[in-house]
């Protein structure tokens, strides 16, 4: 089932169109705006899970703090919150990098 647009309609400004890859898929987004929105706004809210309790993660605070929203960025584990979108840009999540590869 599709995940209906989080997004506001109106008189917001944005960014051109683009694209950029979480775990290989595709996500399209706006230039500019963090990758954390534009995940929340596909759909996609877990992005981690907590190494103790096993439970699942994702954006908290939205302002860098909390950590909650960590996500590779090639070689830097960095808060998704605070990362702008570009076209190209390569994410993963941490089960995604972290998971043991046969
Ligand atoms: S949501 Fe808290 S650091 Fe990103």
Known sequence: MPVPSLRAIGSVQRGAPTFFTVDGVVISAFAG???????WAAGMREL???PRADLPRGMFCLMGSCQECLVWVGLRKLPSCQVPVSEGL???TLPH???PRG
């Open 97 to 99: 990098r972290e998971r």
């Open 48 to 50: 981690r899970h907590s």
């Open 33 to 39: 705006e963090s990758v954390a929105c534009a995940l």
């Open 90 to 92: 390569a994410v993963e």
